[in-house]
Structure formats: C-alpha cells, structure tokens
C-alpha cells in the first residue's frame, strides 16, 4: 500500500432532482479541472421550497484527492 497525501476542498452541488445528483454535479465538475479525486464527505444538506414542495436541493461537501 502506497502512502499518500490528500488535499481536500470544500464544494457545493446543487440539484432540482436531489441529493444525489446534487453530489454527482459537484463531483462531475470538479472532475474536469482536478483529477485524482478518491472520496467526498457530505457536511451540510439544504433545500429551497416553493409553493409548498421541495423545489432544489444543495449539498456541501469536503472532496479529497491525492496529491501529485
């Protein structure tokens, strides 16, 4: 087993259709200007409401990936 060193970086993803597409957003994204992604933790979930019903969902997570 290898050592490795982590970087981690706060995101948040947002998404009409819910948490989990919220995180695949935020991890599509960062995706394409980093590489080496290897984990994300979930530190905070909020939501927008309109007319009553869950409108949009946002996610706010550490992402940590491994060093050059």
């Known amino acids: ?18 948490v989990e597409q919220a995180i695949a957003n935020a991890v ?19 939501g927008e409401i309109e007319g009553g019903k869950v409108a949009h969902w946002q996610v706010t997570m550490k992402v940590g990936f491994t060093l050059d």
């Open 1 to 18: 087993m290898s050592n490795h060193v982590y970087k981690t970086i706060e995101l948040t993803g947002s998404s009409p259709q819910g």
């Open 28 to 46: 599509a994204k960062a995706e394409k200007t980093l590489h080496n992604l290897r984990w994300f933790q979930v530190l905070d979930t909020r």
